[in-house]
């Protein structure tokens, strides 16, 4: 006979706690704030959930207070500024560090528990693991201060080595046939916004010419376009307070987007094929079309052509057998963000003013790229040198 199986109580979790919630007012989405509680009984996960009703988040405490309770309170307190649109992308290390150790008891957790969480993300991108560490050190700063561990485990971890984001610096090439050709593709002038004004993706995505000055030649960027399941929503606001800044439109920008039409200027800028808002499938194969038209463009091909295609490798086989090399032009659109902070760098313009025209939330961000730019062009330096050197020992010897 089947054994029959055991009826969950309300709100039992696979873990055997009882979940019990409350909604504590709305967030500026205009969704409910919905706080859990838990407990090993209903009568336990409901006494703190009183506590936090009749005290506030700060008396929520317990000497059995998980990790996971901690963090899901941290966050209904502390990381309340952060846009609704971003909650699911800013709670990916919360969720990690959950994963890992939520079922401790906070007041039980060590510094090598932590290095532990940590060290698993080794090998992961830098970006990956900073915003790992600083989610875990500022969960355990404010539980210290809220005084429900003594001391902080988190002060002193060691950051595990990862790898260096995949995003590059156009060649001078590339930015010459984008300059030159850019006016070929209806893509070229959301290569013209990334290149010459550093717009992220969505920033571009959602750039109104409502928000182009073209008499004080200046861009304003206050909003971005947030990819989601079914489709693209365009929020009033960047990506972070940060985000929201005045960009100068450089003389090529304002050529090019002086090439639309007074009477068209309405709307965004950045838009499909059919002329409406973009989607991310539709951005990418706008992209795609936009890096294919530059490489036709750069082999002495027409940008349109008909009938069957030859694939890349087909091409790059028959130029071989020609004695010529088939020319391959391919960007990632953040690769033009990338170069125009290279371009800054390049300017000498100083770390704060371009953490500004960026955007970037933390110096950090700036900060670091900086030192990669700096590492990089001395290494170009070194290189030039000893190309020098070789070719001047080369020179036959004066009389």
Partial sequence: MEEKKTRKKRG???????????????????KPNRISFYGH????????????????????????????EWVEQFKGLYRSKVNPAYLNIDDVPYNRLCKAIGAMVLSSVREADLQDALNQVAG???????????????????????KLIKSNPATDLIVPDG?????????????????????????????????????????????????????????????????????TKIEERAKSEAGIRVIPICRPLWDALNQTPK????????????????????????????NLAMQRILNGEPVNQQGKRVSLEKKIEDAEKRGEVYIVFKTRAHDLRHTFATALFDAGVPAKAA?????????????????????????????????????????????
Wanted: glycine share 8%; hydrophobic share 35%.
């Fill in 12 to 30: 039992e979790r696979k873990d055997g706690r009882i979940q019990v919630t409350y909604t504590d007012g709305y967030r500026k989405d205009g």
């Fill in 163 to 231: 790898t260096k984001g995949t995003h590059r610096a156009l060649d001078r090439w590339e930015t010459d046939c984008i300059l030159q050709n850019w006016q070929q593709h209806r893509a070229g002038i959301w290569a013209m916004l990334m290149l010459l004004a550093g717009l992220r993706r969505g920033e571009a995505m959602a750039l109104r010419w409502e928000n182009v000055d073209m008499d004080t030649r200046q861009l304003t960027v206050c909003e971005v376009a947030v990819v989601l399941k079914n489709g």
């Fill in 355 to 399: 953490q500004y025209y960026l955007g970037h939330a933390d110096i950090r961000i700036t900060l670091d790229l900086y030192t990669h730019l700096s590492r990089e062009k001395e290494r170009k330096t070194r290189s030039q040198l000893v190309g020098f050197l070789d070719g001047w020992l080369k020179l036959p010897a004066a009389d």
């Fill in 41 to 68: 009984s209903r009568a336990e996960a409901e006494r703190k959930r009183d506590e936090y009703k009749a005290h506030g988040p700060q008396r929520v405490t317990g000497d059995d207070l998980t990790v996971s």
């Fill in 124 to 146: 992961m991108s830098e970006s990956t693991i900073d915003k790992y560490n600083q989610a875990i050190k500022r969960v355990f700063l404010r539980a210290e201060k809220n």
């Fill in 263 to 290: 009477e068209k200027r309405t709307g965004l800028i950045c838009v499909s094929a059919q002329g409406k808002q973009n989607t991310e499938s539709s951005f990418s194969r706008g992209w795609d079309g936009f």
